[in-house]
């Protein structure tokens, strides 16, 4: 049984940063780890994705040029570096890993493991 655990969720206000972190146990066999959101009232959306070991492979429109995902220090840690965070980035944001095809929607994703969330909420 594939666990992750995010942290790194805070309260900030706009113009700030925050790194946000996914750490993955048990027996991992995803090449895709990346991080989802979803406000309050709104669907959960795809923000950054990548493969393991290697390069992003996707990032919304509204947040590319701001958040970065990374590896960790760890083959199984996957991390997301925001800057300039805006109040519309105010979210649970979710960790989540699966086998292939690394973009959100795509059909393995739908098999992905999830963690529980970390709350970022950003003030104007």
């Known amino acids: 049984q594939v666990q992750l655990v995010e942290s790194g969720g805070d309260s900030v206000e706009a113009g700030g940063s925050l790194t946000l972190t996914c750490i993955a146990s048990?027996?991992?066999?995803?090449?895709?780890m990346g991080w989802f959101r979803q406000a309050p009232g709104k669907e959960r959306e795809g923000v950054a994705v990548m493969r393991v070991g290697d390069v992003p492979t996707y990032y919304a429109d509204s947040v590319r040029g701001r958040f970065t995902v990374s590896q960790g220090k760890r083959r199984n840690a996957v991390n997301l570096r925001m800057e300039n965070l805006k109040p519309e980035d105010t979210a649970m944001y979710y960790c989540?890993?699966?086998?292939?095809?690394?973009?959100?929607?795509?059909?393995?994703?739908?098999?992905?493991?999830w963690g529980q969330g970390t709350q970022v909420t950003v003030s104007s």
């Open positions: 048990g027996y991992i066999t995803s090449s895709c």
């Open positions: 989540a890993a699966w086998a292939y095809d690394c973009f959100p929607g795509s059909d393995a994703s739908r098999s992905a493991y």
